[in-house]
């Protein structure tokens, strides 16, 4: 895993995406490895980076890492948030002018687990206010007060937006999973940095200027946390697959069709889990941990003989995408470790190394750095995706390596 995060992940992204031209990271490199020197820059792709070197900073302590970090970080204070409206663009153009200026929460939430990280890693103030200030974003312009939930986006002035579609492969309803899961991601690190660096809120004015205490900051972010641990658990898990539903209304019915991902499925598995285990508070475990072992097996649904996992289906019309993406993979390693770790299931450890060989033998470019995008069934790879670009980030894989890494297996 350490030689693999090092020296085939984040060299690549640490060598070859740096724009040393219009400063921050390139935009994209195409899945035959030609670089896009003037493509857009994505607010998800520069926040995943930021997220990638500053966990590694922090786990591995190395200079470099913090340098690349530090350059995401600006980068993105500097060019993506938006001065006049608040919150983040969607995207930049090349040189760092707003592209598209829409305010999607996903990528906002994004931009909260990068800087949470840097903050974890650095203790730097920076950092953490505009964490807090994005949080402050979310909950002021995304949050249902009627059904609970987050929506999915608005305009840049914060107004209803007709699509809020995430991308064009998703359906256009007002909330959905996925956001969900990369909202309470960035809430579960705002929430730990709070617990594991109280400094940043000694002796130091709240970043807002509604003269809020920092303990009812502290107790605002401890109750979002445990409202999405509930949505999770209570709107967006499906009781009777126990599969996580994909699309809802703004009252949460189901919307969309019976769709499965079952990436998504064990990725939200350890991601609950983890939020539970930060709240730390054992009632909630007590109803989280059930789902999460439930939601895990669902996913088993997805595996393969090789090793490998699926990465969703559509039960309505019978497709099945059954090509290898790199970031289900990278997710099934640590979905299925987790539950070896957390309730001793050594069928879980079996599917998790698995995946892990299925990894190293088919999705790592050894010879250039980084993962391919996917292979198909048949074992081909997919180099009509981005090797690396709007949505393939350093974030699945690095993160997979750091989290294994870290728990010592």
């Not at 006049?84 to 663009?89: A, M």
């Not at 081909?380 to 995706?385: A, E, G, P, S, Y």
């Amino acid at each position: 895993m350490l030689d693999v995060v090092e020296h085939n992940i984040l060299s690549f992204w640490f060598d070859k995406m740096q724009d040393r031209r219009q400063r921050g990271f390139y935009g994209q490199m195409r899945g035959d490895g030609i670089l896009v020197p003037d493509a857009p820059k994505g607010c998800i792709l520069n926040a995943r980076i930021l997220w990638s070197f500053s966990a590694a900073y922090r786990v591995l302590h190395k200079p470099d890492y913090l340098m690349a970090a530090t350059r995401a970080k600006d980068y993105i204070l500097e060019h993506f948030i938006d001065k006049v409206y608040g919150g983040t663009y969607w995207s930049l153009d090349a040189e760092g002018y707003p592209l598209d200026t829409k305010k999607q929460f996903y990528a906002i939430g994004f931009v909260i687990y990068g800087l949470t990280e840097y903050a974890r890693a650095t203790g730097d103030p920076e950092a953490f206010d505009y964490a807090i200030m994005l949080y402050d974003c979310i909950e002021q312009h995304s949050w249902d007060e009627q059904y609970g939930g987050y929506i999915e986006a608005c305009t840049r002035e914060w107004e209803t937006i007709a699509d809020m579609r995430l991308s064009d492969l998703d359906a256009n309803y007002p909330k959905s999973q996925n956001t969900h899961l990369h909202i309470i991601e960035p809430y579960t690190n705002l929430f730990r940095l709070m617990k594991e660096r109280p400094e940043l809120m000694q002796n130091r004015p709240y970043p807002l200027s509604n003269g809020e205490d920092w303990s009812v900051v502290s107790k605002r972010v401890e109750q979002s946390l445990r409202q999405l641990i509930d949505i999770f658990c209570d709107k967006i898990l499906n009781p009777t697959t126990h599969h996580l539903d994909l699309f809802f209304d703004m009252d949460w019915k189901r919307g969309a069709g019976w769709l499965e991902s079952y990436g998504h499925d064990i990725e939200c598995s350890w991601l609950i889990h983890e939020a539970a285990l930060v709240l730390g508070d054992k009632q909630v475990l007590q109803k989280v941990e059930p789902i999460v072992r439930l939601v895990a097996k669902a996913s088993e649904k997805g595996l393969n003989a090789d090793g490998s996992m699926t990465h969703e289906a559509n039960l309505d019309t019978g497709h099945v995408d059954a090509d290898r993406h790199w970031w289900v993979q990278a997710e099934a390693v640590v979905g299925f470790l987790n539950i070896y770790q957390h309730f001793g299931d050594k069928d879980a450890l079996q599917k998790g190394l698995r995946c892990w060989q299925y990894i190293k033998d088919n999705l790592i470019d050894w010879n250039h750095g980084e993962w391919f995008w996917s292979r198909d069934p048949e074992g081909n790879i997919n180099l009509r995706d981005d090797h690396a670009g709007f949505w393939k980030c350093p974030y699945h894989n690095s993160r997979m390596c750091l989290e294994i890494i870290e728990r010592e297996f």
